[in-house]
């Protein structure tokens, strides 16, 4: 089960996928480009010219499952609730040439909607072997949001693609509670004769 190693291993998730089709791909202008995990702003303080930067800048409660029955190890036992949460990514290509940074802006929007679903041999570190399925998808951000997400970083806006990753669980640390299931039960009811008026 994810363990609080889940939100990085998401992550390192997409960048796998991202880095198998763009620094793996041997097309012209992608080959070698490396993804990076850490935010345009970032990568500009330590002179990193060319890179896609997967940068995570919100982490939100996914409101789907917040009452999702946790699960039982056994019939005596119920584990803590799991936090599920969904993740806000910014994927920024870097690249001193204006063409090259718009080549890899399109490969990326291609690659995300490939590939919205990521599970089974898709999934790194301690999501691998899980039943984990990881959920992409792009999302619009108005002018209000990328004002707030680029002034945040203190540098110029920049073409990205805004991204939510959705299916990450983290499991609670606390051991199982004691909840063993009803099994049967008795209900009685006194018959009712007659009513008067």
């Known amino acids: 089960m994810p363990d609080y190693p889940a939100i990085r291993d998401a992550l390192l998730t997409v960048v796998n996928l991202l880095r198998q089709h763009i620094t793996m791909s041997g097309d012209p202008g992608l080959n070698g480009v490396p993804i990076d995990l850490r935010a345009p702003r970032e990568l500009e303080l330590a002179n990193v010219a060319t890179a896609v930067s ?10 789907d499952l917040l009452n999702q029955l946790p699960p039982r190890p056994d019939d005596g036992h119920e584990l803590h609730l799991r936090t599920s949460v969904e993740l806000c990514v910014h994927v920024t290509p870097l690249h001193p040439d204006a063409a090259t940074r718009l080549l890899l802006l399109g490969r990326v929007a291609q690659i995300l909607t490939d590939h919205r679903r990521l599970h089974g041999a898709d999934l790194v570190g301690s999501l691998a072997g899980t039943a984990t399925v990881l959920l992409l ?3 619009p951000l108005g002018a209000y949001e990328l004002n707030l997400l680029w002034g945040s970083q203190q540098t110029y806006m920049r073409a990205g693609v805004a991204l939510r990753v959705q299916g990450v669980s983290v499991d609670s640390h606390l051991p199982p509670t004691m ?9 009685a009811a006194d018959q009712i004769v007659g009513s008067s008026p």
């Not at 909840?179 to 209900?187: G, I, Q």
């Open 54 to 63: 997967l940068w995570l800048h919100r982490v939100e409660s996914q409101p």
């Open 137 to 139: 998808g792009m999302e």
């Open 179 to 187: 909840s063993p299931r009803v099994m049967m039960t008795t209900a």
